[in-house]
């Protein structure tokens, strides 16, 4: 009984109405679209000026070596132990950044540690060497920890470990 396909129920008129309104919502939407892709625009012109002066205006003048070091890092195994802002299995680079930007010869002393390792500077646990990273790839790595802005916590817990370190 309730197999009546040959007359379905009629539909209400107004649905159909609904249904042609929305196509032409849709259709015009996409005309929208494919007119604004469509023109060079000058929202997207200044976009990508915005985007250029903002990268490129930093407040460091190590910008462009200092983000290559960025990419060593991550393209090495550093970020298996170290964190951006957390302890992790070694101190974080926030933490490194505070404790040696200052020194005179901090992008050479921390080029060599990354290269030979380290053990007793912020606690027992040892950096194994990295031989396989070249001396100018641990030079540009040490260039972006020391030009990395440092929080206030991560100053105070590199003064901690310094405190802490084994007295050389
Ligand atoms: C297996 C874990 C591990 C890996 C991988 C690792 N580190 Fe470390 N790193 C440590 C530990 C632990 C310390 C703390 C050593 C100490 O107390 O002297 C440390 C310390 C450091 C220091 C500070 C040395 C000092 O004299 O205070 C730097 C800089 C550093 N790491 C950079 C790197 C970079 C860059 C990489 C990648 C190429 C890397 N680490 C990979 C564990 C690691």
Redesign the pocket.
């Known amino acids: 009984m309730h197999r009546d396909d040959e007359s379905p129920p009629p539909r209400p008129r107004w649905l159909k109405w609904a249904l042609v309104v929305f196509m032409a919502l849709v259709v015009l939407g996409m005309l929208n679209l494919g007119w604004r892709m469509l023109q060079p625009g000058p929202s997207a012109a200044s976009a990508a000026s915005a985007a250029q002066s903002a990268s490129g205006g930093g407040s460091s003048a190590t910008q462009p070596s200092a983000s290559a070091g960025l990419r060593l ?1 991550e393209a ?3 970020l ?3 964190g951006m802002e957390r302890y992790y ?3 974080s680079f926030q933490e ?1 950044a505070a404790r040696y930007r200052d020194r005179a010869d901090a992008v050479d002393y ?1 080029a060599r ?2 290269r030979n390792g ?6 027992r ?4 060497r ?1 031989p396989q ?1 070249t001396e100018a790839q641990a030079r540009e ?1 040490a260039q972006w ?1 020391v030009s990395l802005p440092v929080l206030p916590a991560a100053a105070q817990s590199a003064r901690a470990a310094e405190a802490a370190s084994t007295p050389r």
């Open positions: 890092v090495s195994d550093c298996r132990c170290h299995v070694g101190p490194i921390l540690k990354i380290s053990v007793g500077e912020w606690g646990t040892v950096m194994p990295h990273v790595m920890l």
